[in-house]
C-alpha cells in the first residue's frame, strides 16, 4: 500500500475498533470472539492470546494494529510463524500429534463437519506424517512450512477472520462498466426473449393505438380507458396461454421451441401480469377521470357512475362499473399474493388460493365487457380441455405412496407407484395431491427418478413451507394408515437382496468387477453395513482386502433387529393415496442435446439432475457388455432418438457433463450419495479421456483453504483423500472442496476445455441464478433455469 493507503487503512482500523471497544478502549475475548464471528472458542482464546502481547488479558488499540499489520502486509513467512504459534499450544517451539489433533478437531466444529473419532484420528496421522519429513516426532517451524509450500493456492492468500473484517474497502474506484443489459453477450443469449418481448410490446402499442383511435369522439379519456381495456382483452387472455402446460411440454418437442422463449414462460407469465396490473390501474383512473367529466353535465354523481347500476353503463344490465372494482381489487390481490416476499417466506398456500381467483377474473371480464368473450373463447376452451385431461390422467390408474424415507435437513422422499402408461423425460415436474395432507391442494416437484425405472415415481419434497411441513410432519409422528409389511416376507426379501449383494461384493474384493446391473446391491449392503454416518457409508473402496470386510461383508446376516429399526425410524412402507397430474416439461429436457452440459444444483436443487443423471447411467449400462470370461468390456452404438449429440471420445454418443452440487452442510450429501456412488463405480474403470461425467461438490459452511481456522484441516482432508481414494466428508471418489465455488475460475475452465457448444442447467435459489447468468452471458453459454 502507499503512504495514502495507509493512513485510510489505519483511519478505517481505528473507527471499527473504536466501535467495538466502547469506554474502556479495550478487547476482552468476548468482544474479539463476536468480532471474529469463531464458532469455536478454540480459536478465538488462541488468536486473543497471541495478539494480547503483554497478557493484560485485553487488547488494545495499538496491539491489535501491530497484529493485523502483519497478517494484512506481512510476507508469508510472517503468516506462516502465526498460524504455528497457533498450532504450537504448548508454546514448546513444536507441534505433537495430541496437539494437532486438537487443532484439526476443532477445525471440525468450526467447518460444521462431523466424521467419526477414528477418522479424526487418520486425519491428524495423515497430516503428522506427511509433515514429520525427519520422524522425530513433532513438527517444526521449517517442517510445517516446506508442508504448506506443497499446497501453492493457501500461500497465495493466508489470512483470518479479523483480517477480513478490520480490512478496509477498496480505495480504487470501480471502473464504469457497461450495463450488462447493454452488452453483445447479453443480446446474443437472450435474443429469443428480447425479441419476443420487443413483439409482446409492439401488439400492446398496435392495440392501444387502434383501439383509441376507434374511440376519438368520446374525449382523451375516454380515449385512454379504450386503448388499456383492448390491452386488457389480449393480456388477460394471453397471461392463460403461456401457463397450458401440456400444450408447452408439446411444443417443447418440436422446432418451435427454437423460435420461442417456451423455457421461459414463467417469467413472462409474470411480465403479463405486471402489465395486466398497469393495463388495470390505468383503465379505472382515465374511467374515474371520465366519470369526473360526464358528472359535470348529467345527473348522476362520480360515487354513481363507479358503485351503483343506475347510469346503465355495460352491456349485462349496467352492471360494468361494479364488475370493474370488483376485478381491480382482485387483480391488486393476486398481484401481490404473487410477490416472491410472499412465495418464498413459506406462505405458498396464500400464493395458491388467492391464485384461483383467475376463475373469478374472467367471469367479471366476460361480464364487464361486451369484446372480451371473442378474445377467451378458444383459447378458454383449450383451458378446459387441459383442466379435464389433468384430472382424468390424476384420477387414472390409483396412485399410491408406497415408501417413505426422511432423510436429513427435513427432506421426504416419496416413493410412488408409477402407472403403466406415464412416460416422461428427465427433468420434468409433476404436480401432487394428498387428501391426507390436503384435500385440494396441489403442489408442483421434480421427478427425481429416471424415466427407466418402470415401477415406480421418485420424489424428494424439502420442508420450506406449510404443506412440506406437514408433509414431513405427518410421516414423522407415524400415521395410523402407516402399514408394516409382515416380517417374514421383508426378511425373506432382505436375506435374498443381502445374498446377491455379497456375491458382488466378493468378485469385487477378489479383483473381478461386478455385474454393472448388480452393482446397486454391492453398494447397498456398503450403506447398510455403515449405516452410523455419511462419511463411513462410502468412505471404504470396494477394493480392500477381504480379511478388512466387516461381519456382513463375509457372508454372516446381519441381526433382523436392525433392520426393523432402520425401517422403522426414517424409511417406512405404507399405501397412501394420491393423485398426479402431469408430466410437465422444462428446459433440462436439452440436455440430451448439449454438446457440453454444465449442471449445478444447490441444495435440494439436485432434483432434476439426479434424474438426468440416473438416466445417463441407465444408458451407460445399457450400452455397455462385459466378456464373461476376462476383464475386457466395450460398449455398443445402440441408437438412442434422444441423445442426437456429437460422437464424444467415448465409445458411444454421450454428451460431456460437468456436475456441481453446492450444500450447507454434510448430512445434505446423503440425500443422493448412493447415486452418486454408482456413477462413480460405472466410470471406475474408465481411462480420464473416455469419462463423461465430472462431479465437483462443494459445502458452504466449510471454512476454506486460505483461511488460517482451517489450512490444517483442508490439507489433511486432501491427504487422506489421496492416501483412501475417498473423500472423508461423503465417502464418494470426488474431494468435497470447501467455501463457495469461484465461478469466473469454474467457467473460465470450461471454456478452455472447448468441448463444444456449452449449456448451463442451475436449479436452486433465485439470487445465485443471477451470479451464474451474468457469468454465462460473460462466457457466451446458454443459460437455462429450472422454474415452475
Known sequence: MSADEDARWLEWVTKQFESIAGDDKEIDLSEFKAALKVKESFFA??????????????????????????????????????LFQVYDVDGSGSIDPDELRTVLKSCLRESAISLPEEKL?????????????????????????????????????????????????????????????????YWHNNSRKLLFLCGYAC???????????????????????????QCLN???????????????????????????????????????????????????????????????????????????????????????????????????????????????SGHFEVFYWSHLAYVWVWALLIVHCANFWKWFVIPGLVFVLEKIVGVAVSRMGGLYIVEVDLLPSKVTHLVIKRPQFFHFKPGDYVYINIPAIAKYEWHPFTISSAPEQPDTLWLHIRSMGQWTNRLYEYFRQGKSDMVQPRRLSISLRRRRQLTRAQDDLFRATNGDKPVASNTDNAIELMMYRHNSSLSEVTSRPVEASSEKLGPAERGEAPPLTEFSAKFGENHRFCNIKCYVDGPFGTPTRQIFASEHAVLIGAGIGITPFASILQSIMYRYRRRKQNCPSCHYSWCENVKDDDMKLRKARTCFYMSLVDFIWINRDQRSFEWFVSLLTKLEMDQADEEPEGRFLEMHMYMTSALGKNDMKAIGLQMALDLLAKKE???????????????????????????????GKVHVFYCGAPALAKVIKAQCEHFGFNFYKENF
Open 234 to 344: 389480449f393480456n388477460c387472455t394471453f397471461i392463460m396461454v403461456l401457463m397450458l402446460r401440456r400444450c408447452l411440454t408439446w411444443l417443447r418437442a418440436t422446432w418451435v421451441v427454437r423460435v420461442l422463449p417456451l423455457d421461459q414462460n414463467i417469467l413472462l407469465h409474470q411480465t403479463v401480469g405486471y402489465a395486466v396490473l398497469a393495463f388495470t390501474l390505468g383503465h379505472t383512473a382515465a374511467h374515474v377521470c371520465n366519470f369526473v367529466r360526464l358528472s359535470e353535465s348529467s345527473k348522476f354523481t362520480v360515487w354513481e357512475f363507479l358503485l351503483t347500476t343506475r347510469p346503465g353503463i355495460g352491456w349485462v344490465k349496467g352492471t360494468a362499473s361494479l364488475t370493474g372494482v370488483v376485478l381491480q381489487l382482485l387483480i391488486c390481490l393476486m398481484v401481490f399474493c404473487s410477490s416472491t416476499f410472499v412465495r418464498r
Open 203 to 229: 401488439l400492446n402499442m398496435l392495440l392501444f393505438v387502434v383501439a383509441m383511435l376507434r374511440h376519438r369522439l368520446g374525449g382523451g379519456w375516454f380515449m385512454v380507458a379504450k386503448g388499456c381495456g
Open 45 to 82: 482464546e488462541r488468536f486473543f492470546a497471541l495478539f494480547d502481547s503483554d497478557g493484560s488479558g485485553s487488547i488494545s488499540l495499538d496491539e491489535l494494529l501491530r497484529a493485523l499489520d502483519l497478517l494484512i502486509h506481512g510476507s508469508d513467512t510472517d503468516k506462516l510463524k502465526f
Open 121 to 185: 484420528d487418520d486425519l491428524t496421522l495423515a497430516l503428522f506424517e506427511s509433515a514429520d519429513k525427519d520422524k522425530s516426532g513433532s513438527i517444526t517451524f521449517e517442517e510445517l512450512k516446506a508442508e504448506l509450500e506443497t499446497f501453492p493456492e493457501v500461500m497465495e492468500n493466508l489470512t483470518i477472520s479479523a483480517a477480513n473484517w478490520l480490512k478496509p474497502p477498496d480505495l480504487e474506484q470501480k471502473k464504469r462498466q457497461t450495463p450488462r443489459y447493454l452488452t453483445r453477450s
Open 725 to 755: 481414494k475417498r473423500d472423508s466428508i461423503t465417502g464418494l471418489r470426488t474431494r468435497t472442496q470447501p467455501g463457495r465455488p469461484e465461478w469466473g475460475k469454474v467457467f473460465q475452465k470450461v471454456s478452455k476445455e472447448n468441448k
